[in-house]
């Protein structure tokens, strides 16, 4: 069957081999969406990863509180600094983004509770404000 003389075929160069316009747009849309696919699973596992550095901060903060901090002064703080939390790394006092627990802007909170004047409490709650999970909230056991 030929071609009607009006209806051409597209060309090749003279050597016969190459690709056509055709094939480089679809090879490029293929690296496109590829390249959307790896940045959009970079950031989930950057989030996830986050998440996992706040809950190991609450579990450090709360062990080191009830191990340490709570069987030898028989109370909890009002606020949390590395002076009073011997054994803990300063680093797991500070969110990924390096905001203290205190700041208003942290990702970490501590919350105490039932405090006297004296700065002295009966309870707390920690929480971690996660990225792709509900918040993380460990609190002090009833005593």
């Known amino acids: 069957m030929s071609l009607p003389s009006s209806v051409s075929r597209p060309s090749k160069p003279a050597g016969g081999s190459g690709f056509t316009v055709v094939e480089l747009v679809v090879a490029l849309v293929v690296l496109l969406a590829a390249g959307f696919v790896v940045v959009a699973q970079k950031r989930d596992i950057q989030?996830?990863?986050?998440?996992?550095?706040?809950?190991?901060?609450?579990?450090?903060?709360?062990?080191?509180?009830?191990?340490?901090?709570?069987?030898?002064?028989?109370?909890y703080p009002a606020a949390l600094?590395?002076?009073?939390?011997?054994?803990?790394?300063?680093?797991?006092?500070?969110?990924p983004a390096g905001k203290p627990v205190?700041?208003?802007?942290?990702?970490?909170?501590?919350?105490?509770?039932?405090?006297?004047?004296?700065?002295?409490c009966s309870g707390y709650t920690l929480r971690a404000i996660l990225e792709k999970e509900a918040a993380f909230v460990k609190s002090s056991p009833a005593r």
């Open 47 to 75: 989030a996830q990863n986050r998440d996992a550095a706040r809950k190991t901060a609450v579990n450090a903060i709360y062990y080191n509180l009830e191990d340490t901090y709570y069987p030898a002064h028989k109370y």
């Open 102 to 120: 205190g700041d208003k802007a942290s990702t970490l909170r501590y919350e105490p509770i039932g405090c006297d004047g004296a700065g002295k």
């Open 81 to 95: 600094s590395a002076g009073d939390l011997t054994g803990l790394d300063p680093a797991s006092l500070k969110d």
